[in-house]
Nanobody
Framework: QVQLVESGGGLVQPGGSLRLSCTASGSFFRVYGMGWYRQAPGVQRELVATIIRDGSTNYADSVKGRFAISRDNAKNTVYLQMNSLKPEDTANYYC???????????????WGQGTQVAVSS
């Protein structure tokens, strides 16, 4: 059984920084693309950033220049460094990963349970 376990959320003042982590655990063959999404109350879940195994990244325009996504393939872990945080960054942040559980199976989407980020003075 595959699990994505997130950590690192919390309350921070505007202009502050937080670092989120997400580790894939359990039995699987390989982790492919990984990413972070967020959802604020009453709003659809939106992409924040994604990263593939070779390190290529993609960011939402709203976070470019402030957030940085990275990964450690050996640890099956993805990170999101969030700097210059704004109140509008407040949301539940969800980790996502495309994982092949067995070499003979298709890749499947997995989601973490979410971690709350609140930006407020």
């Amino acid at each position: 059984q595959v699990q994505l376990v997130e950590s690192g959320g919390g309350l921070v003042q505007p202009g502050g920084s937080l670092r989120l982590s997400c580790t894939a655990s359990g039995s699987f063959f390989r982790v492919y693309g990984m990413g972070w999404y967020r959802q604020a109350p009453g709003v659809q879940r939106e992409l924040v950033a994604t990263i593939i195994r070779d390190g290529s990244t993609n960011y939402a325009d709203s976070v470019k220049g402030r957030f940085a996504i990275s990964r450690d393939n050996a640890k099956n872990t993805v990170y999101l460094q969030m700097n210059s945080l704004k109140p509008e960054d407040t949301a539940n942040y969800y980790c996502n990963a495309l994982i092949r559980t067995d070499s003979g199976r298709d890749r499947e989407d997995y989601w973490g349970q979410g971690t709350q980020v609140a930006v407020s003075s």
